[in-house]
Each structure stands twice: as structure tokens, then as C-alpha cells.
């Protein structure tokens, strides 16, 4: 009995002592309540986000939220228009500064391309030699160096009058003693030197990445690893020591190949490195595929080199990086049918777009709340009322104030049906719909002939008359 509870105190605090925590708190009466999401990125390259935890705001605003934290890195914080980034180290504990709840307004919310307002959040109080303190001021440093010097930095290369600034800046963040921070600083120091003259990728490469540990959770280096390594199979299979590339993904789709193919240029004597570049290489690939004047790699032997990689890769926090890549180009290739979609009109009957065959089919996807909504409307009736015996319009609104809606369409005489999606954010994702309005066309038997149709304006009248032909 006695060896049994010695043993279990044993793993108690074995474990114990293995679980890290960094602690973050903050207090602003606008979040009363509220229930506050902590995200960090599964990994640099896919950019993905996982929730790693959340706390109810108490009626004060007062929030305290706990993070295993085995090693540092940015935890990211969503508060409505804004983010707030904050370096969060094992066993440490932060106050940070929130700003007041701002909720989107009506334009953000329609601008497809919106991101909220990403902030580096500071320490109440605030201390210079905390990392993410330091980390602002390095930022921040580094921005006014190049505003104040960029003409001889970037143009009139001066070698030592540059060292010797960098020099300064090194000097100037001595003070701070964490290990993240200085890697940070090495490697925002070796991107301004890469940007004013060690411009000769290789010897970059084999300067500051080959010789070094890979650190994936420290920004500096991945944002500087995304500058040397963006889209680099495909740039480097243009290239002497690269002609086997292509062969190597859309024959052999082998991993090994791609090692051979890679350690053929000197600056890669670092086998994990390699491994990172072809993780990189293949993610980038993917979503650059259909961008002219470049070498295009077939997509199924692309997702069948990262499946070979998910056992393959060196070690296990990039055999995870190749799983990520894979399910997030597995989910890009889901295609959802509009014409299988469900929609409904003012009274909830169900409709599907393939009810409307036997003519063709013009399909807008439009913004109630937008403020060219009406003018939007108005242009269909001028241009389709005319061919109403050759076309049929469906209007799918998104958010509609169906009262106001329904006067609308009686006071104006709008033409077409109009039907709503009750989920307009998951259609949005299913559609891949990166704007609005979208238009779409099919023709009298359901088949469509445009995802990206004309607008209905002047350019509408000769696509349709062609169509006609």
C-alpha cells in the first residue's frame, strides 16, 4: 500500500512540476461578463488558430485566465475590432492593457477583406525588461530606424554604417535577458541586414537557418523564414539544382526525392530545415498554383507528398505541421453545390436553386445592410425585366429586414424572387464567397456557366446576348 501512494506522489509531482503555467489577467468594465477566448497558432505556416482556453469576465470586468505554456509564444487574444498579441513565457504572470469593447460597425462587417486591429498588448505596470515590453520597443525601434535611414540602408549601401547602427540597436536591448527575446532580436537583426546588403538568399540560408536551431514559435524567425522560403519549390525547381523538383512531386511524390533535390544546393546541410522548406514549399504551391508565368504542381500528388510526410518528416512537431497542411488543403477542396443548397422565402418554404430550370438563371448574392443594395436592385429590374421570358433572377439576401424589404420590393416593383439562407456566414464559407455582391449564371438545365457573372450593369446586356447566341 505504501509503495502504491509513494508511487502515485511520485507521478503527482513529476507532473506537476512538467505542467507550466503563465497567467494573464486584465480589467475593463466594457467586458463585463463576457466570455474571453485565448487562441495560439497550430503552426506558423497554415496560420490556423486553436482555442487554448477562455474565461467568464466577472461583473466587474475583472478577467484572469491561466495557459499551459511549456516554452514561450504569442497567445492572441479576439476582442470584437480589436486582437491583442501578448508574449506569454512559463510560470510568469501578466496585467495587461484591453481597450474598450468596440463592436464592428456595419462596414466591417460587409468588407469581406476585414481583420481586426492587431495590437501588442502592454503590462500595467509597465516594465521594460519584460519580453513583450521589450519585443514593442525593439518593434518599434527598428520602424523608426528605417523611416529615419532607409535611403542609406536600402539604397546606398554602407556596409559599416549599417553594421554600426544595428550595432546601436543591439546595445540599446542588452537590458533584456530572456531567451526569446534575444533570438527575437538576432533574427529581426539578420532581416534588416537580408534588406539592406546580404541580399544572396543561399548565403542567407545557409548564415542564419542551416547553422542554427529551427524555432518555430518565435515570430522573428518564422516572419523572417516566410520571407526567404515563400513559395520556394517552386522558384527553386526554375533553378540548376532543382530541375528534378517537379519530377520528384508529380511522378515520384516522394519526400526523399525532394531531400536529394534540395540537398544538391550547399547551403542545406540541415536535414529538419529541409524537411521545414518542403513543408513550406507544398503549402505555398498549393495556393499559388493558378498564378501565371510559374511552374504548377498537379494538387493530388501535392496532398499525397504531404501524407508521406505526416510519418515521414524528422521529427514529430513537423510530422504534426505536414498533418495541419493536410487537413487545411483537404478542407479547400470540398466544393459545395450552390444549386444544393437550401434557401427560403418570406414565408420559410424551401427552395433549391435547381427548381429554377427551363430558362436560364441570373443568382445574386447580396448585403441588405449594404448601402448599394437598393441601386443594386434597381439596375436588375432595368436590365432583366426585358428578357423575363428567357431569365429567370433569384435574389439571395443576406441579413434582410424583411418588413422593410418586402416594402421595398412592392414600393419599387423590383424584379426576380427573393430568398434568404438562415446561416449567411456558414454559406459564405461553403461558397468560398470573398466579396459582396456575387454573381452567378446556370443555364436552362441547371448546369451553371459562371460563379463570377457580371455585375448588372452595362457589361451584363453583351455577355447575355452572346449567350443567347
Given at each position: 500500500m505504501k509503495r502504491i501512494i509513494l508511487i502515485t506522489l511520485f507521478f503527482t509531482f513529476y507532473y506537476t512540476a512538467l505542467t507550466q503555467i503563465a497567467k494573464i489577467s486584465f480589467s475593463n468594465k466594457t467586458y463585463a461578463n463576457e466570455t474571453i477566448y485565448v487562441l495560439k497558432e497550430k503552426d506558423f505556416i497554415t496560420k490556423q488558430l486553436d482555442t487554448i482556453a477562455q474565461i467568464k469576465v466577472d461583473n466587474n470586468g475583472h478577467a484572469n485566465i491561466s495557459i499551459h505554456c511549456k516554452e514561450p509564444f504569442f497567445a492572441i487574444i479576439p476582442l470584437y475590432k480589436f486582437q491583442a498579441w501578448f508574449c506569454v513565457e512559463p510560470d510568469k504572470e501578466y496585467k495587461i492593457?484591453?481597450?474598450?469593447?468596440?463592436?464592428?460597425?456595419?462596414?466591417?462587417?460587409?468588407?469581406?477583406?476585414?481583420?481586426?486591429?492587431?495590437?501588442?498588448?502592454?503590462?500595467i505596470p509597465y516594465d521594460s525588461s519584460v519580453t513583450q515590453n521589450a519585443i514593442i520597443e525593439l518593434n518599434f525601434a527598428i520602424d523608426t530606424l528605417i523611416e529615419k535611414h532607409i535611403q542609406k540602408i536600402r539604397y546606398k549601401i554602407k556596409r559599416k554604417y549599417v553594421d554600426s547602427l544595428l550595432q546601436i540597436l543591439q546595445n540599446n536591448f542588452s537590458y533584456c535577458k530572456s531567451k526569446y527575446f534575444k533570438d527575437y532580436l538576432y533574427y529581426k537583426i539578420a532581416w534588416l541586414k537580408y534588406f539592406s546588403y546580404e541580399r544572396d538568399a543561399n548565403y542567407v540560408i545557409k548564415q542564419y537557418f542551416s547553422n542554427n536551431t529551427i524555432l518555430l514559435n518565435n515570430t522573428a524567425y518564422t516572419e523572417f523564414f516566410d520571407e526567404i522560403f515563400k513559395d520556394y519549390l517552386s522558384y527553386?525547381?526554375?533553378?540548376?539544382?532543382?530541375?528534378?523538383?517537379?519530377?520528384?512531386?508529380?511522378?515520384?511524390?516522394?519526400?526523399?526525392?525532394?531531400?536529394?533535390?534540395?540537398?544538391?544546393n550547399p547551403a542545406f546541410i540541415n536535414d529538419t530545415l529541409?524537411?521545414?522548406?518542403?513543408?513550406?514549399?507544398?503549402?505555398?504551391?498549393?495556393?499559388?498554383?493558378?498564378?501565371?508565368?510559374?511552374?504548377?504542381?498537379?494538387?493530388?500528388?501535392?496532398?499525397?507528398?504531404?501524407?508521406?510526410?505526416?510519418?515521414?518528416?524528422?521529427?514529430?512537431?513537423?510530422?504534426?505541421?505536414?498533418?495541419?497542411?493536410?487537413?487545411?488543403?483537404?478542407?479547400?477542396?470540398?466544393s459545395y453545390l450552390f444549386e444544393n443548397i437550401p434557401l427560403y422565402d418570406f414565408e420559410g418554404n424551401e427552395f433549391y436553386l435547381r427548381n429554377?430550370?427551363?430558362?436560364?438563371?441570373?443568382?445574386?448574392?447580396?448585403?441588405?445592410?449594404?448601402?448599394?443594395?437598393?441601386?443594386?436592385?434597381?439596375?436588375?429590374?432595368?436590365?432583366?425585366?426585358?428578357?423575363?421570358?428567357?431569365?429567370?433572377?433569384?435574389?439571395?439576401?443576406?441579413?434582410?429586414?424583411?418588413?422593410?424589404?418586402?416594402?421595398?420590393?412592392?414600393?419599387?416593383?423590383?424584379?426576380?424572387?427573393f430568398l434568404f439562407a438562415r446561416e449567411p456566414e456558414k454559406l459564405k464559407k461553403q461558397l468560398k464567397l470573398y466579396s459582396l455582391p456575387s454573381f452567378y449564371i446556370y443555364s436552362p438545365i441547371g448546369a451553371v456557366i459562371s460563379t463570377k457573372a457580371p455585375p448588372p450593369d452595362e457589361s451584363m446586356l453583351p455577355y447575355f446576348i452572346e449567350l443567347l447566341k
Open positions: 492593457f484591453v481597450p474598450n469593447k468596440t463592436y464592428l460597425n456595419i462596414e466591417d462587417s460587409l468588407n469581406a477583406y476585414f481583420t481586426p486591429i492587431e495590437y501588442f498588448a502592454q503590462t527553386y525547381a526554375t533553378t540548376r539544382w532543382g530541375e528534378n523538383v517537379f519530377t520528384s512531386i508529380a511522378k515520384a511524390k516522394s519526400p526523399f526525392e525532394l531531400r536529394k533535390d534540395l540537398r544538391r529541409i524537411d521545414l522548406v518542403i513543408l513550406k514549399g507544398l503549402h505555398d504551391a498549393y495556393y499559388t498554383n493558378n498564378l501565371p508565368n510559374k511552374i504548377k504542381f498537379p494538387v493530388p500528388q501535392i496532398i499525397m507528398t504531404l501524407d508521406s510526410l505526416t510519418y515521414t518528416a524528422k521529427t514529430d512537431k513537423l510530422k504534426q505541421i505536414a498533418k495541419n497542411i493536410l487537413q487545411k488543403l483537404k478542407e479547400e477542396e470540398i429554377f430550370k427551363g430558362k436560364f438563371l441570373y443568382v445574386t448574392i447580396m448585403d441588405f445592410r449594404a448601402y448599394n443594395f437598393l441601386l443594386d436592385q434597381k439596375k436588375i429590374k432595368a436590365i432583366f425585366q426585358r428578357f423575363s421570358d428567357k431569365m429567370n433572377v433569384v435574389n439571395v439576401v443576406f441579413y434582410p429586414q424583411k418588413d422593410k424589404l418586402l416594402k421595398m420590393i412592392n414600393d419599387e416593383k423590383l424584379h426576380g424572387i
